[in-house]
Nanobody, 123 residues
Framework: QVQLVESGGGLVQAGGSLRLSCAASGRTFSSYAMGWFPQAPGKEREFVAGISGIGSITRYADAVKGRFTISRDNAKKTMYLQMNSLKPEDTAVYYC????????????????WGQGTQVSVSS
């Protein structure tokens, strides 16, 4: 069993930065690929970034390439999302998820999900 808790959301102006964290419980954190999934009001949750269990492979949605960076610290059982050059369209509740592979996560088949953290970007 893995429990995930997101933090780091907030209100920021366009062009600003935020760093989200996803803290995990359990002893098998490094066994899971991890990902970030924003869900904007009235829209479906979408995959924007994923990272393999040991952090050697990352994958990004086209909309965030060059702006967002996903990373993880397995010793701290924590995953991060550094978000730079934020845009109003990045406004969403951001969820983290743990799954078997990045591909599994990208198809919304994560095994575990957090409760989300709100990111709001003003214009």
């Amino acid at each position: 069993q893995v429990q995930l808790v997101e933090s780091g959301g907030g209100l920021v102006q366009a062009g600003g930065s935020l760093r989200l964290s996803c803290a995990a419980s359990g002893r098998t954190f490094s066994s899971y690929a991890m990902g970030w999934f924003p869900q904007a009001p009235g829209k479906e949750r979408e995959f924007v970034a994923g990272i393999s269990g040991i952090g050697s492979i990352t994958r990004y949605a086209d909309a965030v390439k060059g702006r967002f960076t996903i990373s993880r610290d397995n010793a701290k059982k924590t995953m991060y999302l550094q978000m730079n050059s934020l845009k109003p369209e990045d406004t969403a509740v951001y969820y983290c998820s743990a799954g078997l592979t990045i591909t599994t996560l990208a198809t919304q088949r994560g095994d575990y999900w957090g409760q989300g953290t709100q990111v709001s970007v003003s214009s």
